[in-house]
């Protein structure tokens, strides 16, 4: 299989750093800072959940490690290297699906691989693979049509493993499945990402998805959204789901709810009184 590889197989890939990144969206008059000043850094191989508000900004720096959205201002590189543009090596899932709803299950999973030349047989052979690993056997030959809504994310995450990306970008992938599916697509892509072990960003606002998720949550602020805090999970792996009961679970929980309450801070305008006298 023409799989990507890293550069230098003797180190480990998937190494994302973000530093002091503002990025801005919107035209002239209407511009505004989605995102302010970020800084953070995800190491090979780990699990991070962005945590945040309806709004905060999220799936605009997502979207910006992904390389579909320019950076305003700082610093944002992949394995040392600046993310200039969108990438294979950088696999985005979103909460709708993208497959091409013409094409089998497994030609969608073989499409990446077909447009980097891979022969057929051999593309074919990485799909039912990777659709093996996600749960599919035996779907291959169906349209996405055919598939529940779980099972069409399922083919979504397949057609971003088989390039074997540097790393894996979820944004809220799991946000319009029942409660029910959302929980079993949680343990399968926990299942899929200790088979393949690939640094993952998850972004969620759902703040018991990133306690069951994550190695790390970083906690973002209302818009223009700022980092609040950046949590180190202390939960051991596999999870399972009576995680959701254990006493230190709901303990962060009630921490991290009371900081996506805390409320949005005053422009610097605000502490000015009606006569123009600032505070002391
Ligand atoms: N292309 C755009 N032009 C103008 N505003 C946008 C655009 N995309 C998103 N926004 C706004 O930017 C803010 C951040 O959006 P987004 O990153 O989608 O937030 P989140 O994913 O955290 O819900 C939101 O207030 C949203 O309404
Ligand atoms: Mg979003």
């Not at 750093?17 to 990025?23: A, K, L, M, N, Q």
């Not at 040392?80 to 091409?100: A, E, N, Y």
């Not at 979504?156 to 970008?169: D, G, K, S, T, Y």
Request: glycine content about 8%; hydrophobic content about 40%; some cysteine.
């Amino acid at each position: 299989m023409n799989i990507r590889v890293a550069d230098d197989l003797t180190h480990a890939v998937g190494c994302i750093d973000v530093t002091h990144v503002s990025i801005s969206l919107g035209e002239e008059a209407e511009a505004f800072e989605a995102v302010s000043d970020l800084s953070f850094a995800v190491t090979p191989g780990e699990f991070v959940c962005i945590l945040g508000p309806s709004g905060c900004g999220k799936s605009t720096l997502l979207g910006a490690v992904a390389g579909h959205l320019k950076i305003g201002g700082g610093q944002l590189t992949v394995d040392g290297k600046p993310v200039l543009g969108p990438s294979p090596d950088r696999g985005i899932v979103f909460q709708q699906h993208t497959l091409f709803p013409w094409k089998r299950v497994r030609d969608n999973v073989a499409f990446g691989p077909k447009m980097r030349g891979v022969g057929k047989q051999e593309r074919r052979r990485a799909a039912d693979q990777i659709l093996q690993l996600v749960g599919l056997s035996g779907f291959e030959h169906f349209y996405p049509s055919q598939l529940s809504g779980g099972m069409q994310q399922r083919v979504e995450i397949a057609r971003v493993l088989i390039n074997r990306p540097r790393v894996l970008l979820m944004d809220e992938p799991f946000g319009a499945l029942d409660a029910q599916t959302r929980n079993m697509m949680q343990e399968v892509l926990l299942d899929i990402w200790t088979e393949i072990p690939t640094t993952t960003v998850f972004v969620t606002h759902d703040i018991d998805e990133a306690l069951f998720l994550a190695d790390r949550i970083v906690v973002m602020s209302a818009r223009p959204g700022r980092i609040v805090e950046d949590l180190r999970l202390p939960f051991a792996r596999p999870r399972v789901s009576d995680l959701v009961t254990d006493v230190e679970f709901v303990r962060l929980k009630r921490h991290v709810r009371g900081l996506l309450r805390q409320p949005e801070k005053a422009p610097q305008l605000a502490r000015l009184d009606p006569l123009g006298v600032q505070e002391a």
